[in-house]
């Protein structure tokens, strides 16, 4: 039995060490229909980090990406179908490319990347929360956004049911981080000082991006959340004020922009 086991395990570290899929695939909700702000932006910022990799995706838009998702921490998106293996979400999927020895990085040394990831989990965590709380905390968000992108694609009365449920795990993982109880203000004082850290990171670099001349994941995450807020457009465009504040950190969006989606 354990045996069987060992061999299992070696044949899937085998397997994640196999090169990088010519059909890998990408599933995501639909973009101009369905899609909310913090799946957009952890979308988006998958999809710069494998564009930074070089490494060859399709995208294909499904009404259930959700739930072909085998689990994640903040919003189970986007799905990744890489050979014989499925994941989700930022952190897992770069994980896994690091597996592959493809990933933008490698150049970094301990320390750099210790205090680059630091600032990734800043970033995820900070701008996942606050997009989720302008999506299913504000009324007005929800009910002219919200609710009708994300029940869209299902008939009545399960649009409804989809829209009660979605709402409660948001608000179940915005209590979890202690959200819940603050206000608006509360939220834009959260993303201004993140926005203030990660300016001040790069107005030290020497080079576009976060560390210099090359790319990092840091990178890919910024841009997946900053661009993303900056440019959804909702009833309440506080967050997307608030950025604007920040003209090194526009400037930096525009520079990736022009660099991998143009």
């Not at 609710?147 to 049911?161: D, E, M, S, T």
């Not at 004082?189 to 976060?210: A, I, P, R, T, W």
């Amino acid at each position: 039995m354990r045996g069987s086991l060992l061999l299992k395990e070696y044949n899937i570290i085998e397997k994640m060490s196999e090169p990088w899929p010519n059909d890998a695939v990408l599933y995501q909700p639909y973009e101009a229909e369905q899609i909310l702000l913090a799946e957009n932006a952890s979308c988006l910022a998958v999809k710069t980090y494998l564009k930074m990799c070089n490494l060859p995706y399709d995208i294909r838009a499904c009404a259930n990406a959700e739930f072909m998702s085998p689990g994640g921490r903040m919003t189970k998106l986007p799905v990744l179908k890489a050979g014989a293996f499925i994941l989700a979400e930022f952190e897992p999927i770069v994980n896994f490319v690091e597996q592959k020895n493809e990933a933008i990085g490698k150049w970094m040394d301990e320390d750099e990347k210790a205090e680059m990831r630091s600032y990734v989990c800043l970033t995820e965590n900070i701008f996942t929360m606050a997009e989720l709380y302008i999506s299913f905390m504000l009324k007005p968000v929800y009910d002219e956004v919200t609710a009708p992108r994300n029940g869209c694609v299902f008939p009545w009365p399960l649009n409804k049911i989809q829209n009660y449920s979605k709402r409660c795990q948001a608000k179940k993982m915005l209590k979890v981080y202690q959200w819940t109880d603050m206000s608006i203000d509360d939220v834009i004082e959260k993303v201004h000082k993140c926005c203030e850290n990660l300016q001040m990171k790069l107005g030290e670099s020497s080079g576009d991006y976060f560390y210099g001349d090359k790319p990092c994941e840091l990178d890919a995450i910024v841009f997946g959340h900053l661009f993303s807020v900056l440019t959804v457009k909702l009833p309440n465009m506080a967050l997307a004020q608030t950025v604007k504040k920040f003209e090194l950190l526009v400037k930096f969006c525009r520079f990736i922009e022009d660099q991998d989606f143009k």
